[in-house]
């Protein structure tokens, strides 16, 4: 899987709306988005994947850049609950079973 | 319903021992993995098994071995337990070679070596 860059943190306030930026410059063509969150002693959670066009879901969404080479995770209205870490990973189409290249993730922290 | 989960949540034993840590998923998926995650929360996938093909990632001692009794399941076995294999490890499924290759992981099993 290519590489991805991230901050190591952000902060923002309770019901504010929050942009996770993830560059990825090597992206190969058939390379999908995927962004999965870790909260507090939890196993990772998947969020949303995306190729090309932007993608909405019940739990953000993702805006990719014409070039692809970067993007950005939009949680709307954050709330306490969305304080976890947030790994942005790329994964080809038939990314199969060789599973998920997880880097250090973006840790968030939502402030009341 | 749990869609992957783990037994035991926590495990404590002593070095030398052996172990194994159950994973079940019920979502039908074909693709199973199991992932570490050391002291500085780096999570590093191990394994991953998919119709009887076990991929290994190099750098995983052979004291550690993955048993699948059947499509839902993959148990991780630990020989010789040491220091260092303390760590959270995290079970997950997917479907292999599809556009949405969501992974769903278990809540995750802390390992302590004393």
């Known amino acids: 899987d290519a590489k991805t860059t991230q901050p190591n943190s952000m902060e923002s306030n309770e019901e504010e709306p929050v942009h996770l930026p993830c560059n990825h410059s090597?992206?190969?063509?058939?390379?999908?988005i995927h962004w999965y969150r870790q909260l507090p002693s939890q196993g990772p959670e998947y969020v949303i994947h995306g190729l090309t066009s932007n993608v909405n879901n019940r739990m953000a969404s993702l805006a990719i850049a014409e070039d692809r080479k970067s993007s950005t995770l939009i949680l709307h209205r954050a709330t306490l609950r969305d304080a976890a870490v947030y790994y942005c990973i790329l994964r080809d189409e038939w990314g199969g079973a060789d599973g998920l290249t997880f880097g250090k993730g973006t840790h968030l922290i939502i402030q009341p | 319903d749990t869609a992957v989960s783990q037994t035991p949540k926590y495990l404590v034993t002593q070095m030398g021992n052996d172990k194994s840590i159950k994973c079940e998923q019920n979502l039908g998926h074909d693709t199973m993995y199991w992932y570490k995650q050391d002291s500085k929360k780096f999570l590093k996938i191990m394994f991953s098994y998919n119709n009887k093909e076990l991929i290994i990632n190099e750098t995983v001692p052979n004291r550690f071995s993955p048993k699948s009794p059947d499509k839902a399941h993959l148990n991780l076995h630990i020989n010789s337990l040491e220091l260092g294999d303390s760590a959270v490890y995290f079970c997950?499924?997917?479907?292999?070679?599809?556009?949405?290759?969501?992974?769903?992981f278990g809540q995750g099993t802390r390992l302590t070596v004393v």
């Open positions: 090597t992206i190969s063509g058939t390379d999908y």
């Open positions: 997950a499924s997917s479907r292999k070679g599809a556009r949405n290759t969501e992974a769903f």
